[in-house]
Nanobody, 121 residues
Framework: VQLQASGGGLVQAGGSLRLSCAAS????????MGWFRQAPGKEREFVAA????????YYADSVKGRFTISRDNAKNTVSLQMNSLKPEDTAVYYC???????????????WGLGTLVTVSS
């Protein structure tokens, strides 16, 4: 499956952005999805995940209550709504897919190119 993330940009602290990840090549509903991010000079970290069919979600503590992951199996997309953004949310955001639910593990089989989110103070 091929993944393409979009929606990144520059936003002021307290603002919102919505990231999207378009999937192609396979049956999207067969894949669990995740969002990860990598800030400058830091290791990549888990942000959010959503299961294949039930849509069960899981979040990193750092984004819980501010970010929402969702999926539209008819449109082959997974989204990440980011509200109340903070400068520490600045990072390249990546979407990932796997036939099995991986949660916060970085063992997803498929990764897209990232989209940059910059939050100014």
């Amino acid at each position: 499956v091929q993944l393409q993330a979009s929606g990144g940009g520059l936003v002021q602290a307290g603002g919102s952005l919505r990231l999207s990840c378009a999937a192609s090549g396979r049956t999207f509903s067969n894949y669990a999805m995740g969002w990860f991010r990598q800030a400058p000079g830091k290791e990549r970290e888990f942000v959010a995940a959503i299961s294949r069919r039930t849509g069960t979600t899981y979040y990193a503590d750092s984004v819980k209550g501010r970010f929402t992951i969702s999926r539209d199996n008819a449109k082959n997309t997974v989204s990440l709504q980011m509200n109340s953004l903070k400068p520490e949310d600045t990072a390249v955001y990546y979407c990932a897919a796997d036939e099995y639910y991986r949660g916060s593990s970085e063992t997803y089989a498929y990764w897209g190119l990232g989209t940059l989110v910059t939050v100014s103070s």
